[in-house]
């Protein structure tokens, strides 16, 4: 037992120092230093959720290759550290929200830091498409996924909720293989909404939501007959508790 | 000369008209509607601006039929609704920008769905994808203008600046002609930084980039034998005068 979650740990370690290395690409501190400073400070001061690292992950348990899912999953962790930032701003009518990390710029650099991640994280995305693999349909996918995980259902659900649960996991398996997308489509309500990293809140029968998903997403984890499967299940069941 | 103004006017008129239908129908105000009121006011309270008819325009203006630039002049106008709103948020450390509409909402409701608006934007284009038309690089190529505009090209230059000069224009045409975009890279520096509607705040050195560019757009324009090359020129030259 002890093995296997080492064996999980370094899985998604790795996965998560590869997001990093790529994010760290994309957004180097360069000039001018007054933009390019605070995007990149934002960017990773922002805490790591798993959503990107299962997209990464889930990707590789189709048989996809790591490469194919990291753009999508660092738009992922750009919206998530988009929202956070937002959700931090001391704004006139609302008392700072629960203690984090020191604000390193004034409130009005944040905010429109914030709103440049957010178009960022897409533009990235978009950019990664590779007209040799013909894989533009795949993005645009992408991008539908994570723009409504972040839009207009996400701000149904609640928002930062949302960004975390459905951003995650499926993008990535849709990026590898679009022929797996209608098999995805049929377990989405257990299996996407099974990402459950972020949802530390306890508004009242929110809880209870998201302890129905996680039962879902295991169930629906079960079809599938792969070993990262057991990685994955792992952190399912390890969510509510790291929250 | 009164003849010529009308028929320019009655022609951006028809493309104005155009897109508040669209978007119209891509808002309603449905239920929940705590999310979808406070969306819908937001994006047709903040005023108009050339940008999205501008992207309408340049794509009919290289023989594309309007609808192929509907949904990505919608997404300009909310990238635009999305900055303004977040643009007039009362926040601790400043304050309150110019006179404007009044709040409908409290602030963290009209910064959270500030945050909403943006990506739907980009999932409102994304869905415009009609696989008989084979058309998703199109697309994807307008997401990265856009989102460019917006985001990391568009915290250098001044946000706001930015998401109207940029978005507007070319993303038309490119959804019409794939062909056209070489030529419409090349003519870019002077063709969309002419798009200047907007451009009303007085820092120094913005008045002379734009006056700049706006020669550039002017000159550029030249090249094209079309009698809508006519209406676009005028409101470029109009332009700086309007706001």
């Known amino acids: 037992m002890i093995v296997k979650m080492a064996h999980n ?9 590869d997001i990093e290395s790529h994010l760290k690409k994309a957004i180097p501190i360069r ?3 007054s933009v390019f400073e605070p995007m990149h400070y934002l960017v ?13 992950a889930s990707c590789e348990l189709v048989g996809g290759h790591r490469d194919q899912a990291m753009a999508a999953a660092s738009a992922i962790h750009l919206m998530h550290a988009a929202s956070y930032t937002h959700e ?21 650099v944040e905010l429109l830091t914030g709103d440049g991640i957010m178009p960022f994280g897409f533009e ?3 950019r990664s498409d590779d ?13 539908i996924e994570i723009t409504r995980a972040a839009g207009s259902q996400g701000m149904v659900d609640g928002q930062y909720l949302q960004v975390q649960m459905q951003g995650g996991q499926l993008n990535g398996a849709e990026l590898h293989d679009a022929g797996w997308i209608e098999h995805v489509c049929k377990k989405k309500e257990g299996m996407i909404n099974g990402l459950l990293y972020g949802v ?6 929110m809880m209870e939501l998201v302890e ?7 169930k629906e984890l079960e079809s599938f007959n792969d070993r990262k499967v057991e990685s994955i299940s792992s952190i399912v069941e390890a969510n509510l508790c790291s929250v």
């Not at 370094?10 to 120092?17: H, R």
């Not at 990773?44 to 990464?56: E, G, I, K, M, Q």
């Open 131 to 143: 007209p040799a693999q013909n894989n533009s349909d795949r993005i645009l996918r992408a991008i």
């Open 200 to 205: 530390g809140k306890n508004e009242k029968g």
């Open 88 to 108: 931090h701003l001391p704004l006139t009518d609302r008392p700072m929200p629960r203690p984090t990390i020191p604000h390193a710029f004034n409130p009005n």
């Open 44 to 56: 990773f001061a922002a805490p790591r959720t798993t959503a990107p690292a299962l997209c990464v």
């Open 124 to 126: 990235l995305l978009a």
């Open 9 to 17: 740990q370094s899985y998604w370690a790795s996965i998560d120092a």
């Open 212 to 218: 129905r998903l996680r039962k879902l997403a295991l």
């Open 31 to 33: 000039p001018p230093v």
